[in-house]
T-cell receptor, first 110, second 115 residues
Framework: EDKVVQSPLSLVVHEGDTVTLNCSYEVTNFRSLLWYKQEKKAPTFLFMLTSSGIEKKSGRLSSILDKKELFSILNITATQTGDSAIYLCAFYQGAQKLVFGQGTRLTINP | GAGVSQSPRYKVAKRGQDVALRCDPISGHVSLFWYQQALGQGPEFLTYFQNEAQLDKSGLPSDRFFAERPEGSVSTLKIQRTQQEDSAVYLC?????????????FGPGTRLTVL
């Protein structure tokens, strides 16, 4: 059965710290992995990763995929309180259906 | 529109009542998705439309759940005879075309509480 597992489930750090969030997956016909940020509203898209070893970067956030070891990481440097959210990873099952992990709840304390 | 909108944002229903949740996708988006998110969990797929055609409804948990998109734009998710286990946030998402592996844009969700 296809699945995705995120770790840790919860993380509390101080402002300015760097965090690494993990997403491991078992997918029969893997196409791409996506990261979303969810605050008290709609999940917002961060990255879509298709190729192994190519880092995607947006400001203080970056992500990379390892298709050999079947995992992805999301890094956030110089964290700010506004980074507090649930971070979700997901993969496509079939052409359109997204399957999500449980999420990592990140809390940044000032 | 500027983004995906959903209404109502919050809905409280008594067990056994029928509810209808509305989704307005981004204007021109071909694909529309419904997900259910229980507390502390990631969203789970319910159903998918391409224009007015419902192409996948494999995630609907029971025959009490019904979704439609009659004119290929606005969609309604209906839950009949609600049960307490239906309490969740219902998220709608849309994507620009019927091509595969497109980014999905999510609405703010409707939080349903069944008493």
């Amino acid at each position: 059965e296809d699945k995705v597992v995120q770790s840790p489930l919860s993380l509390v750090v101080h402002e300015g710290d760097t965090v690494t969030l993990n997403c491991s997956y078992e997918v029969t016909n893997f196409r791409s992995l996506l990261w979303y940020k969810q605050e008290k509203k709609a999940p917002t898209f961060l990255f879509m990763l298709t190729s192994s070893g190519i880092e995607k970067k947006s400001g203080r956030l970056s992500s990379i995929l390892d298709k050999k070891e079947l995992f992805s990481i999301l890094n956030i440097t110089a964290t700010q309180t506004g980074d507090s959210a649930i971070y979700l990873c997901a993969f496509y099952q079939g052409a359109q259906k997204l399957v999500f992990g449980q999420g990592t709840r990140l809390t940044i304390n000032p | 529109g500027a983004g995906v909108s959903q209404s109502p944002r919050y809905k409280v229903a008594k067990r056994g009542q029928d509810v209808a949740l509305r989704c307005d996708p981004i204007s021109g988006h071909v694909s529309l998705f419904w997900y259910q998110q229980a507390l502390g969990q990631g969203p789970e797929f319910l159903t998918y439309f391409q224009n007015e055609a419902q192409l996948d409804k494999s995630g609907l948990p029971s025959d009490r759940f019904f979704a439609e998109r009659p004119e290929g734009s606005v969609s309604t998710l209906k839950i009949q005879r609600t049960q307490q286990e239906d309490s969740a946030v219902y998220l709608c998402a849309s994507s620009a075309s019927g091509r595969v592996y497109n980014e999905q844009f999510f609405g703010p969700g409707t939080r349903l509480t069944v008493l």
